[in-house]
């Protein structure tokens, strides 16, 4: 029997078809083009319908082909929102993590974000749905006809199965902001300090429990995609680091335990425990700004296009340096941090030899993995102690082994991989064939 995965990435929507008998799996990847173009610089829409058609249409080939299909799991990006009204339809459009709306500036100076973390003791960085929210609320944005508030993952689970209300798991509903992370519930009194209306949050549930059914299948709750990530990655939960690298980056490691750690966040796991995650907001996309430039540099100089040079292939084909050799250090903070969204990257120790492109490849890289490894080094060393196995995933890792090296000497071990492409949408599909027996949610 085969299940199904599903994860609904920001610039591509990846699908995999899995058996556990034979441990046989295909994948599939179709660029997300749901993006709406905006002349506000901060905003970052994209239609929810659209992101549904091209689930459904993932689907449907994988069940053409495979008439065994005993379930079918769902991620996606996580923190982003939409509004829907009473009967489950997108009265807006989903505003994702990428959505900074939450960084202007509100009252006395302070950014909407700033104002909702002092007013309710909780980080809601800009992009968390409940930020991009209360940003709504005080600029009269919120549809008149609204119902609630949910994910894009949790809207997609909801069509498919034909409800007319959303459900969100506690991973999810942890990622959209001002959630009890400890007593697995949205922090009420927090939300009704800052004006909030609770009735329009999405009803909490477990992650393994099937929604309804799309065409005969069962559909599973939906959860994060850094959670999904990490269950189909890696193989030893409690010894794993897990690095991913993607449009963003982050590294994660499993905690049995609630822990409140500075600059960390602490996410509900699926079946229990936490994952104590570093994230940070400019990952691969720092490669592919850099990338830009080159081509752009080219392009001007040049007077010629630069369709036919492959610069990703010259840019990752450069010889690897390690750290004893003298190389700008380069800050990759290029969209600021959740905690400081106005800081920026910078480039130091700059010299007349060591300022040339493949210094400069070789620094970003190592930048990437600086970021990362500095929130490795805020969790409490009896965290740190009992992990030894160190696991990549995302594209912008899988590809780049000049990335892979850096990883490697920057935590001092091998960097392995999952046997398995789109772990995300794999992590999706476990999710599924745990659940495999649960109830229907009425």
């Known amino acids: 029997m085969h299940f199904i995965g599903i994860d609904i990435g920001t610039s591509s929507v990846s699908g995999v078809a899995y058996t556990a008998e034979s441990r046989e799996i295909e994948s599939v990847t179709i660029p997300n083009d749901a993006g709406i173009y905006s002349v506000k610089r901060w905003e970052r829409a994209q239609d929810p319908m659209r992101i549904l058609e091209i689930v459904r249409m993932i689907i449907d080939d994988f069940s053409l082909r495979y008439t065994t299909i005993r379930g079918i799991g769902i991620t996606g990006q996580m923190h982003g929102i939409l509004y829907v009204d009473r009967d489950g339809d997108a009265i807006s459009p989903l505003y994702t993590w990428q959505d900074g709306r939450a960084n202007l500036r509100y009252k006395t100076g302070m950014t909407y974000s700033a104002f909702l973390s002092e007013s309710t003791g909780h980080s809601v960085p800009s992009g968390f749905g409940l930020a991009t929210h209360f940003y709504n609320c005080r600029n009269d944005l919120v549809p008149d006809r609204v119902a609630k508030i949910c994910t894009i993952m949790d809207f997609v689970v909801m069509k498919l199965v034909d409800r007319t209300t959303p459900v969100t798991d506690y991973s999810n509903g942890a990622g959209l902001g001002l959630f009890d992370v400890e007593q697995l519930d949205f922090d009420h009194a927090a939300l009704a300090r800052v004006g909030i209306d609770s009735a329009l949050l999405p009803e909490l549930a477990e992650s393994t429990i099937s929604c309804g059914h799309y065409r ?89 296009p630069t369709e036919g040079l492959d610069f990703y292939k010259i840019m990752t084909s450069v010889a690897y340096k390690d750290d004893s050799v003298d190389l700008p250090i380069v800050e990759t903070l290029f969209d600021g941090t959740r905690s400081a969204p106005d800081k920026r990257g910078n480039i130091e120790n700059i010299s007349t030899h060591n300022f040339t492109p493949d210094n400069l490849i070789i620094g970003l890289l190592k930048g990437i993995c600086r970021e990362l490894y500095q929130f490795y080094q805020a969790l409490p060393e009896e965290v740190r102690s009992a992990k030894s196995v160190l696991v990549g995933s995302g594209n912008a890792l899988k590809r780049n082994p000049l990335l892979c090296r850096a990883f490697e000497e920057q935590f001092k071990t091998a960097l392995i991989f999952s046997p398995y492409d789109e772990e995300a949408a794999f992590g999706a599909c476990l999710n599924a064939i745990a659940g495999s027996t649960s109830t229907i949610v009425n």
Do not use: W
């Open 216 to 304: 005969d299948i069962p559909v599973y709750m939906a959860v994060g995609d850094n959670q999904a990530a990490f269950l189909g990655s890696v193989d030893h939960l409690k010894q794993s680091i897990h690095v991913t690298v993607g449009t963003s980056s982050q590294v994660s490691v499993f905690s049995d335990n609630y822990m409140k750690i500075p600059g960390i966040e602490t996410r509900p796991f699926p079946g229990g425990g936490y994952m104590l995650v570093g994230a940070a907001l400019c990952g691969g996309q720092a490669f592919a700004m850099l990338r830009t430039f080159f081509e752009d540099t080219v392009a001007k100089f040049s007077g010629y």
